[in-house]
């Protein structure tokens, strides 16, 4: 922060930053003919930049270029005053069949006066050091981080005194694997959860979380011998919280491509994500405006031509405030489970009703164990998607809602009557107010249609789909999504690498 008395020792500082890629390769071979029978393939190496993209706030318009040879970067930009900065980042892509180490980086080395107010750093874009003998294979890619800070200057005597031009340049030397090249460790999320996991074998799911049921990150029992095992976080948990797209989120669980599931939880302040009640929302919606048809407990209905009323929401806050980051997400399957249970006393009670309260209208199942939690939907129909390849391929986004199950699995129950102890009020999905699931209950008598709604104690109960409540989108990010800082706590949340 800038001392007053001192304003006339604040001077722009013109910078000009040159960014470039050092190119070694011991051979290229052509096609070869051996006896006219056998062709050898021509090898080809190709290591570039592309996809130049500014971090949001970042002083200024201006636009890296990226030369014509593809191999440098530059840029000149004017900062003015303390905390400003200019931040980037850039793919260097491995488009040859050759795969590539890195030989050695050189930048710019500031001066002890420059250092006072000045940061300059080349990191990979999740914040790990660029090292010697860092691996990129032949196909694939990485990104780098490209920061110029003017510091926030606590004594006026670090200021600087004269205007200034500043030359930073970088160079990344690559040359040809010579199996000396090492893949480099990088900040993995995925990697992160399952550090921390646990097999969850004597947990009680038809009984809430709590110290001694489930508190922590635990691995689906069932699905431990899988390619991509199910970690879910599970009651008191405080370090699952998330920074993506400016909103904050909460790890829930992840996807059998080892994708990452969450939640929305509302907006940071200055980096913290601590919301509770309504600031947990985008806002309060009806599932449906209609409930006198079982069809309304769709997310969507009349063989899925139809959006339901929260669908509609949900997309035009997606198309709003994250289309540009859809890159980012998978399309991950989301389960309107509308199958019909036969055996009931209604005549249209929902096989999500089925497995959280068993028979029991107005009681919860004394146990509901691993083997009853389903993480998917029988039908086709029911399974949202973008792609029809993996669902129905109805959405028009990767946005939907959070299930009856997963809620389970985090640590509620079913119904709990109003005097019943076992309320839970210290999980994380508790927010103080209600909102939306997207599992189905029951068309009952009374030809109302009900889907699950999650209330103060964060117990899944019945709710006429025509109610008013809280909708909280869930996305699910890709596998290969990194972090640039954080340790997952609401102070200090995960921030995703773009």
């Excluded at 393939?41 to 030369?67: C, M, Q, Y």
């Excluded at 191999?71 to 795969?99: A, C, H, K, R």
């Excluded at 797209?245 to 200055?270: A, E």
């Excluded at 509901?368 to 998607?385: C, H, M, R, W, Y």
């Amino acid at each position: 922060m800038r001392s007053k008395g001192n304003k006339n020792k604040v001077i722009c500082i013109v910078l000009v930053c040159f960014l470039f890629m050092g190119i070694g390769l011991a051979y290229l071979s052509e096609v070869l003919k051996i006896n006219g029978a056998t062709e050898i393939a021509k090898t080809t190496w190709d290591v570039h930049f592309e996809n130049v993209v500014v971090r949001e706030g970042s002083t200024g318009d201006t636009l890296p270029t990226i030369g014509s040879d593809r191999l440098s970067i530059s840029l000149s930009l004017t900062l003015n005053n303390p905390l400003e900065f200019y931040e980037y980042y850039v793919d260097i892509v491995n488009s040859g069949s050759i795969d590539a180490k890195i030989g050695g980086i050189v930048k710019t080395v500031l001066t002890p006066s420059q250092q006072k107010y000045l940061n300059y750093t080349i990191t990979y874009k999740d914040g790990i050091e660029i090292k010697e003998n860092d691996l990129l294979r032949a196909g694939e890619k990485d990104s780098i981080r490209v920061l110029i800070e003017y510091k926030d200057i606590k004594d006026a005597n670090d200021l600087p005194t004269v205007a200034e031009t500043i030359e930073f340049t970088g160079k990344i030397d690559y040359s040809q694997d010579d199996g000396e090249g090492v893949s480099r460790s990088k900040n993995s999320l995925y990697q992160q959860i399952v550090k921390e996991t646990q097999l969850d074998t004597g947990i009680n799911l038809g009984a809430i979380s709590s110290d001694t049921n489930g508190k922590g990150v635990y691995t689906l029992d069932r699905t431990v011998n899988t390619a991509n095992p199910i970690y879910y976080y599970r009651g008191e948990v405080t370090n699952n919280n998330v920074i993506f797209g400016s909103f904050c989120w909460k790890i829930i669980r992840t996807t059998n491509t080892g994708g990452i599931k969450l939640i929305y939880n509302g907006i940071p302040n200055q980096g913290v994500c601590n919301n509770t009640g309504t600031d947990t929302e985008i806002g309060r919606s009806a599932f449906n405006t209609e409930d006198n048809d079982p069809k309304y407990v769709g997310y969507m209905y009349d063989d899925n031509t139809k959006d339901s009323t929260i669908k509609g929401v949900l997309d035009t806050w997606f198309a709003t405030n994250l289309i540009e980051y859809q890159v980012y997400l998978e399309d991950t399957p989301f389960y309107n489970e509308r199958d019909y249970v036969t055996g009931d006393t209604l005549a249209y009670s929902f096989a999500p009703r089925q497995r959280i309260w068993g028979n029991k209208l107005d009681n919860y199942a004394e146990t509901v164990p691993n083997t009853t939690i389903k993480l998917g939907a029988s039908e086709k129909s029911d399974i949202f998607t973008v792609s029809g390849d993996i669902g129905n391929g109805a959405l028009i986004y990767p946005v939907g809602l959070i299930t009856v199950d997963e809620v389970v699995l985090a640590g509620g129950r079913g119904y709990i009557s109003s005097d019943d102890v076992g309320s839970n009020r210290s999980y994380y999905l508790y927010t103080g107010s209600w909102y939306w699931s997207l599992s189905p209950n029951f068309f009952g008598s009374d030809l109302v249609a009900n889907a699950f709604g999650l209330y103060h104690d964060i117990h899944p109960l019945r709710t006429p789909v025509s109610e008013s409540g809280g909708v909280r989108p869930v996305i699910s990010l890709k596998p290969t999504t990194v972090f640039l800082s954080g340790d997952g706590s609401s102070t200090t949340p995960y921030v995703i690498a773009y």
